[in-house]
């Protein structure tokens, strides 16, 4: 992150003493409700279909477009907009976000509720190329794993109680009153940042493209290990129920994605609690754990205990990957990490929709049964990359490469 003071009269309390919660919390809610509404339609899909008159399968690419709005405008945006000042952008992006959504919500369209969704995706991947690094110039250098951790929860939160609350809330009111919904979330987001986030100036412009960021040592490997790591969960998360279903457990859906949900939890707080002096470790503790979940539910055989320790060690692994991969990229980055943020937020999402496409047609060509052993062999070359790069990307303890990061 740049080191600029932020403009006259704006608060940093982190810097004399501890975290800004309110500050961070009004961070992570954004990153809740931009991922949740993500995700939504898939637990509304049936009603959403049937009401825009289209096929399930037609429906469910109101996800793929909202991952591909995101991956195709995250970097040029991220470049576009490097001088402008971070609240000023931030309240800009999700005001975009609530405006599409609210189409989303209210559109009797296929073909606008599927540019709406679109656009939605645009204002979220702006958003969320700010948010760690927003997290990290709030505090002081070692508490920038904690904050980004903080913010971070968001996504595990999204995933455990957002989708099944999203799905309940669609059932009962309709699937437009739970896109209403996060419409009203995302103004209180935004009321709330203006009230409680410290502003910033951009990043210096220096006349090259967002992608310079590839030049700077350690930030290439972070990338790849974004991609292959995402694209490997995503592959199993997305056909979960599927293959829970294979074992004969599909009554047990929801019950595995809350051990999975609260487990991811207590991942994120281990990381956050520690990832200021151990983030080479964390990210080759979570990779394993990853890995052993996918590995005991290849094996699972049906057995219910199985499948709940397996669904507990994969989100005990996978909770803490997202502020992990934030916060190697930041410290990777230095003065360039927006740029750096901006490139992982475009991957991830790539992945998320590669995961996805590839994950379909592992199902229908080798069954259910191929998802784990898919995710275990994409897993193995992320762990190499891992272990190698111990100079700048994922380096060991609090050396050279941990304080360049945390000083920029």
Known sequence: MTTTQPVSG??????????????????????FVTSLTETLPVGVLPAMSADLAVSESAMGQSVTVYAVGTALTALPLTAATAGWRRRRL?????????????????STDYALTMTARALAGVAAGLAWALLAGY?????????RGRAIAVVMTGIPLALSLGVPAGTFLGRVAGWSAAFLAMTALAVLVIAWIAAAVPDFPGEPR????????????????????????????????AYVAAYVTHLGLGDRTDAVLLV??????????????????????LTVASSLLVALGAALLAAASGSTIAVYAAAALWGLGWGGVPTLLQTAAGRAGGPLADSAQAMLVTLWNVAMAGGG????????????????????????????????????????????????????
């Open 90 to 106: 931030l309240l800009t992006a999700m005001a975009g976000f609530a405006a599409a959504n609210t189409v989303t919500a209210v």
């Open 206 to 237: 220096r006349g090259g493209k967002v992608t310079g960021a590839l030049a700077v040592p350690g930030v290439r490997p972070v990338l790849l290990v974004t991609l292959v790591f995402v694209l490997a969960h995503t592959v199993l998360y």
């Open 357 to 408: 496409v590839l994950g379909g047609l592992l199902l229908d060509r080798l069954g259910a049964g191929a998802l784990p052993w898919s995710t275990l062999l994409l897993l193995a070359p992320a762990l190499a990359v891992v272990l190698a790069a111990r100079t700048h990307a994922f380096p060991s303890g609090s050396g050279p490469a941990d304080r360049a990061g945390a000083a920029g």
């Open 260 to 281: 999975f949900g609260a487990a991811s939890l207590l991942g994120i707080w281990t990381v956050g609690a520690h990832i200021h002096r151990a983030l080479r470790r």
């Open 10 to 31: 704006a608060r940093t309390p982190s810097r004399q003493g501890g975290l800004p919660m309110a500050a961070l919390l009004a961070l992570a809610t954004a990153v």
């Open 135 to 143: 997290a990290s110039r709030m505090v002081a250098p070692e508490l």
